[in-house]
């Protein structure tokens, strides 16, 4: 699969972090590109602050719900009025803190799609799946809950991202192999639903990702970009990670 068919994105995830004088310092210093797609994920409530952007915005999650009585939810109509182009679902930590399931995690990326944004959908295995080498069963039964509930001419518009939850803020990265090793299943798996499919869903890895082993983690054949927790709260790691992918 030609991988120049697929523009890099590297997508920064806060996570429960940063301030307004991070944003002032994001939009200020981080300029958008036209070789990778940026995308930051503040904290909902921050979004509106980024008037200035040159990059695009994410949400960190989004409800499967429209509008209506739903108590500290966003729908995917109040994230796009946000300025929002990308939504990140079924982060680990979402799937472990509100014991979210891939069913409903498939339920948020479609709500994002018919919204017209465009889903991260995370996926990954914990350290004892991965010590007993069980992480393509793992990361395939999350893979078929999506695909179960995304017709094909959608799902091509998804983006996936690979985040083996034992790297997750850990300092330990996945080898470029083990993460070229996954990206290699989900793209196959992908190509069963059809090969123009798998050629254009771009395929992120994230997992400790530092302005250090970024460029030998995107140089591998179906790794397109990064999602970024730790090294996006600074502008010069997060900017630095952003060139390594182009
Ligand atoms: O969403 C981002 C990931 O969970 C990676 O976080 P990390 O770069 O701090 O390991």
């Known amino acids: 699969m ?4 697929r523009k890099p994105l590297v997508a920064g995830n806060w996570k429960m972090n940063g301030n307004r004088s991070l ?43 429209n509008n209506g009585a739903h108590t500290g939810d ?28 891939s069913e409903l995690v498939a ?3 479609l709500a994002v799609l018919t919204g017209g944004l465009t889903p991260i959908v995370c996926v990954g295995e914990p350290l004892d799946i991965r010590e007993d080498n069980k992480e393509q069963e793992f990361i395939g039964k999350q893979l078929t809950a999506l ?14 991202a690979y985040e083996p939850i034992w790297a997750i803020g850990t300092g330990k990265t996945a080898s470029p192999e083990q993460a070229q090793e996954v990206h290699k ?14 050629e254009k869903v771009r395929i992120l890895y994230g997992g400790s990702v530092k302005p250090s ?14 999602l970024i927790g730790g090294a996006s709260l600074t502008t010069e790691d997060f900017t630095a990670i952003c060139q390594s992918a182009n």
């Open 2 to 5: 030609n991988k120049e068919l």
């Open 23 to 65: 944003v002032q310092d994001f939009c200020k210093s981080l300029a958008g590109s036209e070789q990778v797609d940026i995308v930051v994920c503040p904290p909902c409530g921050y979004l509106s602050y980024f008037d200035q952007a040159s990059f695009a915005l994410g949400a960190q999650d989004v409800s499967h719900l």
């Open 74 to 101: 966003h729908s995917v109509e109040m994230i796009k009025e946000l300025g929002c182009r990308y939504v990140i679902v079924g982060h680990s930590e979402r799937r472990e803190d509100h014991q979210e399931s």
């Open 107 to 109: 339920e948020k990326a």
């Open 147 to 160: 695909f179960d509930k995304i017709p094909a001419e959608l799902l091509s518009q998804c983006v996936i």
């Open 185 to 198: 299943f989900i793209r196959d798996e992908l190509a069963k639903v059809g090969s123009s499919v798998a």
């Open 213 to 226: 082993n970024a460029s030998e983690l995107f140089n591998q054949p179906d790794v397109d970009g990064g």
